[in-house]
């Protein structure tokens, strides 16, 4: 497969959205769907926690390297002139409990960029960092917002109902919601009751899903295993079953002795009819538009997790999509609803929890 940008990458256009009237209502169902998840783990275990992707297992800090010699149409945003940034990277995995990892279900990485120069989406944020989220799969779930709020509601009925259950089944079942934001709904099921191959996660793939403005153009985006070890986790083993924190363990024993690269990737919207910007369950075609290298982010030996991790970046961090640069706003009805929810997500653990979550500054985390 070809890695030369698309000929005909298309320019980004304001007509490329559209927006529904009753967008407001949408987003706010959905973020107070996502809510009661948090307040219902919250009034479980006293420690306030994500809604999904509640259960982080590398929390990392690394370095972020924008490629020198970029084609113009690859040097837009962030990624306009080269330049090394340090970034936090946080696994996850998508139910909203803190489940044992024998119930495997599929896996999450967000990332920070810190410190990066350029006009922000909310101009009177206070943050200087740039956010992506991704997660372990190339596909969303669900095409639009609508569709998306009817599988989550249908799906935390199912939760409410299992509350008599044993404590198990009534967690899976509550991971179900969570599991649906990142898959399909066929998988998500068997995803959810824990059918995600016991593999490593470090060997992962992850995918934005939906696409972001890339400055003058559209993208969505992805971060793939570089090095040759972390090659060599794709797809390997891992015995969960005996475990709880199974995952966690591999990523630390990773970083005991061993550095990760990994590859951030781009793949241009090069035709705007094939390529939906508002059709969220569409793929675009690889072969009319490959991934392409435009980053790498390393990640160093060091302490993939600790206490003193785990107050600052997992409990001290939000990562939310729409904190980040005008050149990268996020595309499509499902981005705009995530807007809201990643907010009161954010304010709901900052409130309950001693640490309160703000945006980092040249600071390391302690080692
Ligand atoms: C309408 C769709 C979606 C909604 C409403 C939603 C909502 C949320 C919320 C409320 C959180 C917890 C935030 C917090 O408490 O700080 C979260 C976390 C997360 N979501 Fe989504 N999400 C959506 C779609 C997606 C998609 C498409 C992806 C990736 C392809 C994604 C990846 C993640 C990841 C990786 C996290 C964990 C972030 C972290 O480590 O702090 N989500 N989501």
């Not at 998306?148 to 089944?169: I, M």
């Not at 696409?211 to 993208?219: E, F, I, K, N």
Request: glycine letters at 6%; charged letters at 25%.
């Amino acid at each position: 497969m070809t890695k030369n940008p698309p000929m005909n990458p298309q320019l980004y256009r304001d007509d490329l959205e559209t927006v529904e009237i009753d967008e407001p209502e949408t987003a706010r169902a959905l973020s107070e769907t996502m809510l009661s998840i948090a307040q219902k783990t919250y009034r479980d275990g006293g420690h306030a926690i994500r809604s999904v992707h509640a259960k982080s297992h590398g929390l990392l800090e690394g370095e972020f390297r924008v490629l020198d010699g970029l084609p113009p149409t690859l040097a837009q945003g962030l990624f306009a002139k080269t330049g090394t940034y340090k970034a936090f990277a946080r696994l996850s995995t998508t139910p909203g409990d803190i489940l044992h990892d024998s119930v495997s279900t599929p896996r999450g990485l967000a990332l920070k960029i810190v410190d990066v120069e350029g006009e922000r989406l909310n101009a009177e944020d206070d943050s200087a960092s740039q956010d992506f989220l991704m997660v372990n799969g190339k596909q969303f779930n669900a095409s639009s917002a609508k569709a998306f709020l009817l599988n989550l509601k249908g799906l935390a009925a199912t939760t409410d109902r299992a509350e008599g259950l044993k404590e198990v089944a009534s967690k899976v079942l509550r991971g179900v919601e969570s599991v649906i934001e990142a898959f399909g709904s066929k998988s998500a099921s068997i995803m959810a009751l824990g059918g995600h191959p016991e593999t490593n996660i470090l060997g992962e793939s992850f995918f934005a899903q939906l696409p972001l403005r890339y400055g003058d153009y559209v993208a969505k985006f992805a971060l793939v295993p570089q090095s040759e070890e972390l090659k060599a986790l794709t797809g390997q083993e891992l015995d969960l079953n005996h475990n709880p924190d199974g995952l966690r363990e591999a990523v630390s024993d990773y970083f005991r002795s061993k550095t990760a690269v990994w590859e951030f990737q781009v793949q241009l919207c090069s035709d705007v009819e094939e390529m939906s910007v508002e059709d969220a369950a569409s793929t675009w075609d690889e072969e009319k538009s490959p991934f392409i290298t435009v980053a790498t982010l390393t990640v160093a030996p060091q302490p993939s997790w600790n206490r003193e991790r785990e107050r600052e970046i997992n409990d001290g961090m939000s990562f939310r999509p729409w904190n980040g640069l005008a050149a990268h706003r996020p595309l499509g009805s499902i981005m705009r609803m995530r807007k809201l929810a990643y907010a009161q997500g954010a304010a709901f653990r900052s409130q309950r929890n001693p640490t309160p979550v703000e945006e980092p500054t040249e600071k390391l985390v302690s080692a």
